[in-house]
């Protein structure tokens, strides 16, 4: 019987992984990556080696969407602690008295960013909103800037 043993794939008998990791698409058993092709080495389905991929399978996505810094403003002033979605929702609708606000996220530091459409709805947000009142809070609007390392 040996090491093969009554295995899911008549004929085959156990081989290490070290001897499996260029097959890619052929697998036996369960092993690293699961079916449609991938898993570790090359891969005859999507022609490329690596770790996963494989045919049919979704890529990694595009990562971390950034802000274009031209176009975001910074807020602060809020109190720390009690960021929420609601209170996201009720600044983003106050932030649109000076033009199109796409997005607001407030962290729970009581500052985060206003995202708009264009450069100049940021300056009208920095000179009309800048020193308002929200929610009983004078809020600070500024320029998006890079933190200083």
């Known amino acids: 019987m040996g090491y093969g043993g009554k295995g899911k794939v008549a004929g085959k ?10 097959k890619g ?12 092709g991938s898993g570790f080495g090359y891969d005859r389905f999507a022609g ?4 996963g991929g494989g045919f049919g ?3 990694k996505g595009k990562g971390k969407q950034r802000a274009d810094p031209a176009t ?6 809020l109190p720390e602690n009690e960021a929420s979605v609601e209170r996201n929702k009720a600044l983003l ?9 796409k997005f607001v996220k407030i962290g729970n ?6 995202g708009f459409t264009s450069a100049e709805e940021v300056e009208t947000a ?19 800037t890079k933190k200083d390392a």
């Open 48 to 51: 490329a080696g690596g770790f």
């Open 13 to 22: 008998s156990w081989t290490s992984p070290i001897q499996s990791w260029g």
């Open 109 to 114: 530091s009581g500052t985060g960013s206003a």
């Open 126 to 144: 920095i000179s009309v909103l800048n020193g308002s009142d929200f929610q009983g809070h004078v809020i600070q609007v500024d320029y998006w």
């Open 72 to 77: 975001t403003a910074w807020i602060g002033g």
């Open 25 to 36: 698409g052929q697998t036996y058993g369960k092993g690293f990556g699961g079916g449609c």
């Open 93 to 101: 609708e106050h932030m649109k008295q000076a033009g199109n606000c």
């Open 57 to 59: 399978m979704k890529g």
